[in-house]
């Protein structure tokens, strides 16, 4: 994987897009469901002393299959990877269902390619909880003075968004917040976030990251503006 300083390839094997009859795609194209290793030999074996493996991604299901890697690409199923964490389960059924597979291939590529362990910590925020968000760190009369009227104010929480209602992506459902975990808890000052960035970009979507305005790094998205979605595109 080209990576010098965490890994050793011992192989010369890369990553390669395929469709669901392992032929070769683009990274972009809309038929790619999966990857698996290239540098096998002409007769489909890997090569001597290879530690190549292939992944195939199920757009269908929670997991991805490995293949083994003394057999041809299309060779017997030798394991199954799945996501086990609940909470970042449901969070992912929140979101539409394009967004849904990206999330899903996200956090099993951390875990097969990355070695993280990534939970999904956000999804769909109704409304109600923006405005509630909203609300903390503001005053009710701050609250009163852009008519919500019925939200009670926390001024003494800390000030965590100047989005209301309608105005932050996760009201549409294609925007998650992630974060790795480092021996069972949130690690929210991980070294590893560029990392996890630059995967989410090659996956095809937005990362928070890469904002100018303000970097959000556990946050990525469609890549839609508000505008857009809240004229319906």
Same mark, same amino acid.
């Given at each position: 994987m080209n990576r010098v300083i965490d890994g050793i390839d011992l192989d010369?094997?890369?990553?390669?897009?395929?469709?669901? +009859?392992f032929e070769a795609v683009d990274n972009n194209s809309e038929n790619?469901?999966?990857?698996?290793?290239?540098? *096998?030999?002409?007769?489909?074996?890997?090569?001597?002393?290879?530690?190549?493996?292939?992944?195939?991604?199920?757009? +269908?299901? +929670?997991?991805a299959t490995f293949y083994a890697v003394n057999e041809k690409t299309n060779g017997p199923k030798?394991? *199954?990877?799945?996501?086990?964490?609940?909470?970042?389960?449901?969070?992912?059924?929140?979101?539409?269902?394009?967004?849904?597979t990206q999330a899903k291939e996200l956090v099993l590529r951390a875990a097969f390619?990355?070695?993280?362990?990534?939970?999904?910590?956000?999804?769909l925020r109704t409304n109600k909880q923006q405005n509630n968000l909203y609300a903390q760190g503001r005053t009710q009369e701050q609250l009163n003075r852009v008519g919500l009227n019925d939200i009670v104010a926390l001024p003494n929480a800390n000030r965590v968004t100047n989005a209301r209602a309608g105005q932050s992506l996760h009201n549409y459902g294609v925007a998650f917040d992630i974060v790795p975990l480092q021996n069972g808890s949130a690690d929210w000052h991980s070294?590893?976030? #560029?990392?996890?960035?630059?995967?989410?970009?090659?996956?095809?979507l937005s990362w928070g990251g890469n904002w100018t305005s303000f970097q959000d790094?556990?946050? *990525?998205?469609?890549?839609?503006?508000? #505008?857009?979605?809240?004229?319906? +595109?």
């Open positions: 010369g094997l890369e990553w390669q897009p395929v469709n669901d +009859n790619r469901t999966g990857y698996i290793w290239v540098g *096998f030999d002409e007769d489909g074996s890997a090569p001597e002393g290879s530690v190549a493996e292939g992944m195939i991604w199920s757009k +269908n299901g +929670n997991g030798v394991g *199954f990877e799945e996501i086990t964490h609940q909470g970042t389960l449901d969070k992912i059924g929140t979101l539409n269902e394009d967004i849904q390619e990355l070695n993280l362990d990534v939970i999904v910590t956000q999804g070294n590893r976030w #560029e990392d996890i960035g630059a995967l989410g970009v090659k996956i095809g790094r556990p946050h *990525f998205d469609t890549g839609q503006t508000i #505008e857009e979605l809240q004229e319906g +595109n």
